[in-house]
């Protein structure tokens, strides 16, 4: 169990879900890991599930100037890193027509702004060997009804990791997406509960994929091992899918 032994591991939105479970995979694999999030109880929370002397850092990937607290302080702690799973990501169900400057302005400010500027501030404390990876979605490949603007900002996330595997030539540093398809977690649990029809987006959803069930946080942090590991070394500006076949087929 160390196949990140030593390396300085960051997860963003790692209070829970998949973050979360990576989190507490790469911890047992080795890893000095720190989680961001927004929520102050809930990284709280995390930690005593994470152990192995995890840290966790308040702050929203959205806000510049949080962003660039976390990253000082991660630098003082720390002095590096490894590993930057840039994970944290939410979105809102609405349909065109219905959609919101709100809604808009959220969703793409953490989804795309903030992953941006996490990478961003990240890249500094990276050297050679250090892995970024992307929580894309299988939405970002096929349309889905009432969450045009999520999939869309996960479409720019499929564009980062082509562009900036470009950009990053010669520093030996990778990046990668890991697309995760219907998946049990926080997140989908909110964003479905506000419309009343959970359960049956839930039914429909598993209709669609080929192994006939929803997909859970270990198994897509499962891949995220991989993508974070050095048994990844040869793979930069791809996209690995973790779905049931759902985007697949």
């Known amino acids: 169990m160390s196949r990140l032994n030593g390396k300085i591991a960051i997860v963003t939105g790692g209070n829970s879900g998949i ?12 890893a000095q890991v720190v989680i961001v999030g ?6 709280d929370k995390a930690l005593v599930l994470i152990g192995h002397d995890a840290i966790a850092i308040q702050g929203d990937i959205s806000n510049l100037r949080d962003l660039e607290r976390v990253f000082a302080q991660i630098k003082a702690d720390k002095g590096r890193v490894d590993v930057l799973f840039a994970n944290a990501g939410l979105g809102d169900l609405e ?36 892995s970024i990876v992307l929580t894309g979605s299988t ?3 096929m349309g ?3 969450f045009s603007v999520y999939s869309a900002s996960k479409g720019a996330l499929r564009n980062f990791a082509r562009s900036w595997a470009l950009d990053l030539q010669g520093t030996g540093i990778r990046v990668n997406v890991l697309s995760p398809g219907p998946t049990t977690t926080p997140g989908l649990d909110r964003a479905l509960s ?7 987006i839930v039914d429909s ?11 859970q946080p270990d198994e897509v942090a499962n891949a995220a091992l991989f993508l974070a590991s050095d048994e990844s070394s040869f793979m930069t500006g791809s996209e ?7 985007a697949q087929v």
């Open 19 to 30: 973050g979360l479970a990576s989190a507490i995979r790469f911890a047992a694999e080795g």
């Open 38 to 43: 927004r929520r102050q109880d809930e990284l």
């Open 95 to 130: 349909p065109i027509g219905a959609i919101t400057e709100e809604s808009f302005d959220r969703t793409f400010g953490v989804n795309v702004k903030g992953t941006l500027f996490t990478v961003q501030n990240a890249l500094p404390l990276m050297s050679a060997g250090g």
């Open 139 to 141: 939405t970002a490949s």
């Open 144 to 146: 889905t009804a009432a």
């Open 194 to 200: 506000g419309t009343g029809q959970k359960d049956a």
């Open 205 to 215: 959803m598993v209709t669609r994929v080929p192994l006939g069930r929803m997909g």
């Open 240 to 246: 690995m899918f973790v779905d049931g076949g759902f």
